[in-house]
């Protein structure tokens, strides 16, 4: 199911309160483009995202004020036949308090392309890249690495998905997502554990659906998806423990199945409500550290346009996913987290002028289950919110002010932390 927001980081909120004003002024001046930027000055408490005993060290500095620029540009073409989407978003965010790298810079490209052929058959394409640092940004869904990743850390993901029209009131689909991961640091940086040991991959992803409309606003739907998870680092992730031999990256690569049942419901034009859920079955390449696995699978979210201009998304998803994590506690390697994640954005229209945004995401995640000899007890608890109050001047010109809290509590050593940023600054958009 397919996430409903970006997470409430400095940076997304950015590219949730540029993009979609870009995209209404498009609409309301019939354009097939529309440019902008947003400039804003900022506080942030802790930009290492370190946890609390590393900066209580005599000396030590973590916060800093900085300024961030952001110019944005999209457009949109539609014939009878076909959509075309293009987006693109970048961000230069200075910290003037910070030792030696004191800026960072992302990109984010968003591409869609949509055909119908005909009354029964269409396709859909797209393709997501960003350039980043900041975990709510790399991360799309859920969150593999939940601090701060210093350097020039790529995701790409691209899908395509074929649409039919089998019979009256039974359609189907078919789709493949593929999604690269490239961090900086690899093992020159780091000889046992480094980013790039944990978390560079290729994941593939097959699925298909059939969906019975069941009554004229509820619709059925039977789903298989098969997972690929290759890890494409070969650097070490931890030495030789436990009588096993060192491992490596690489040696995290499974696959998985999934089935689920699921059911969409069109309550009325603004009310959608939907929910699956399943079984995942995950398969270890390497049976020396991991055992083959059942979980649970599920998700459901709900959109709610309650007024002009004001709208609701709200979700949760559980799943087997990819995670940063080497090691339990209890000293057994781990290949992946179990994890639960819910997420909230509201859009609300106070006057015809002022704004508020509110997001927030929590996710919990659980380590080791199919860890050999693993008792799978650690977990993480990780928080992001935001809110943000904008004032539109004009079509083109608004002002805003924000704040966002990110926390993680941990039961692993030297890994929870928390950070707090403030903004203020200005939006400009035609």
Known sequence: MKRLITTAGLAALG???????????????????SIGASLRGFYDDNYLTYPKVLRDRPGFDDNTFGFEVAPSASVNLKNEQTTFGLSYLYTFRY???????????????????????????????????????????????????????????????????????IVENFSADLGYNNSYYNYEQDGSDLFFGSRSATLDRLEHDVYAHGNYQVLPKTTLSLGYRYDMIDYTSDDFILPALNGNPAMRGNDRDNTSHIGTLG???????QLDVSAEAGVQYTQYDNQTFFEDDVSPYGAASVRWAYMQGSSLNAGVKHMKVPTDVRITTDGHAVADQQATLFWLSLNHAITSKITAIVMGQYQHSTFGESTVGGTGDDTDNLFFAGATLAYQFNPHIAAEAGYTFDRLDSDLPLRGYTRNRVYIGTRLSY
């Open 263 to 269: 059911v969409k419901q069109h309550v009325n034009p």
């Open 95 to 165: 910290y003037i308090d910070r030792e030696d790298n004191e800026y960072d810079q992302a990109h984010q490209v968003n591409l869609k392309l949509s055909h119908v052929f005909n009354e029964r058959f269409s396709v859909d394409l797209k393709d997501s890249f960003v350039m980043a640092q900041e975990p709510s940004v790399i991360d799309p869904v859920f969150i593999t690495y939940p601090a701060r990743a210093e350097g020039d850390n790529i995701r790409n993901t691209a899908g395509i998905q074929l649409n039919a029209a």
């Open 15 to 33: 590219a949730a309160s540029v993009a979609p004003t870009c995209a209404q002024d498009a609409m309301i001046n019939q354009k097939p483009w």
